[in-house]
């Protein structure tokens, strides 16, 4: 089999490509490597599934949301499936640009909505995310959710994302999957993500900006889960049965939470990377930033009946994962 995955260079690209390839599929990965974070750490990791898949792995650099490059470069390539997690990634950069995230997030995503309708993909796999809960207040946060009032720009455009493949589910019988991620974290992660941030700052005996005054709470998703989850999606289409899925749809369309079923405060995340650096942070405590939500929680109960997925991963391990891959990285 044959996987076309976006945002191969990305943090769950690059793993959801290594799971891929290591069971023995191909992988065609398209990626255009933007500077939106350091562009010497996605080399690394497409050099990491170079050196270890060889040619099993083809790399395409071009812009999904450029729909003429697009096709031209795919015309010569055959895939059986799509598992598309390219995007303008960041709650808070989409407030300063947001016209990256028209682009790439809505512009790109029907693209590939038209790359798979015209390919006659057996499934599309997409990445939403925990980000169109908005502002809801009722945990944990569940698929059959109304999901109507997004605090950032970048929730918005996933939460359109999941209206468009809705429509292509509905109108061409296209089968579709959308992925709720929740704070996903581990080795290869992004470098605009809290525990990158403050693992670097502890490091560097600098202090921590820990926003919402410290009062937050997020469901921390290994990234290990994630990818057995994306995996587990990709192998399992939803039906066309006219039967209603997880999200509401009787068309192939499916929605799905992927978190760690798990809600952990600020500061135990925090303390975990203390214990995993060997020093105490210094912490500076800032206001709640425009965009952001104080508590994620995700209610996986869907995904665990249609899949079996259960994550394995709780952050006690995770956090200190990532640290000793940080340190190996960086030498530090």
């Known amino acids: 089999m044959t996987t076309l995955i976006t945002g191969v260079a990305g943090f769950i690209g690059m793993h959801t490509a290594e799971r891929m390839l290591a069971r023995g599929d191909a992988v065609i990965g398209i990626d255009i490597v933007n500077d939106y974070y350091s562009l010497q750490l996605k080399e690394d990791r ?3 599934l170079e050196h270890k898949f060889g040619d099993r792995f083809t790399l395409l650099r071009v812009d999904f949301a450029d729909m003429a490059a697009l096709n031209a470069t795919l015309a010569d390539h055959d895939f059986d499936r799509i598992i598309h997690l390219g995007a303008q990634a960041g709650v ?15 512009v790109g995503h029907l693209n590939l ?158 303390g975990l990377l203390e214990q995993a650096c060997g020093r105490k942070a210094a912490k500076t405590y800032l206001p709640m930033q425009p965009g952001d939500v104080r508590q994620t929680y995700a209610d996986i109960t869907a995904i665990q009946r249609d899949l079996g997925f259960t994550p394995t991963t709780p952050i006690d391990r995770g956090v200190p994962a990532f640290v000793e891959w940080y340190r190996t990285y960086h030498g530090v």
Not at 92 to 106: C, G, T, W
Not at 129 to 141: A, Q, R
Not at 174 to 193: C, E, H, N
Request: aromatic residues 10%.
């Open 113 to 270: 909505l038209e790359v798979a309708r015209h390919h006659k993909v057996a499934h599309m796999v997409y990445a939403s995310s925990s980000s169109v809960y908005g502002g809801n207040t009722t945990l944990p946060f569940r698929v059959e959710d109304r999901v109507d009032h997004p605090l950032s720009l970048y929730a918005a455009t996933k939460k359109a994302d999941e209206l468009m493949s809705e429509t292509y589910a509905h109108l061409y019988r296209l089968p579709l999957t959308g992925l709720r991620f929740f704070t996903v974290y581990g080795p290869w992660g992004r470098p605009d993500m809290a525990m990158w941030i403050f693992t670097k700052a502890i490091f560097a005996g600098e202090p921590i900006p820990v926003f919402g005054e410290g009062e937050m709470e997020r469901d921390f998703t290994y990234i290990d889960d994630i990818v057995t989850g994306i995996v587990a999606c990709h192998d399992n289409p939803p039906p066309d049965d006219n039967e209603e899925k997880a999200g509401g749809s009787r068309a192939p369309h499916r929605l799905y939470n992927i978190g760690n079923n798990n809600s952990e405060h600020l500061g135990r995340m925090i």
């Open 46 to 48: 497409l050099a990491r």
């Open 92 to 106: 808070r950069y989409s407030i300063e640009n947001p016209h990256a995230y028209v682009q790439s997030n809505l």
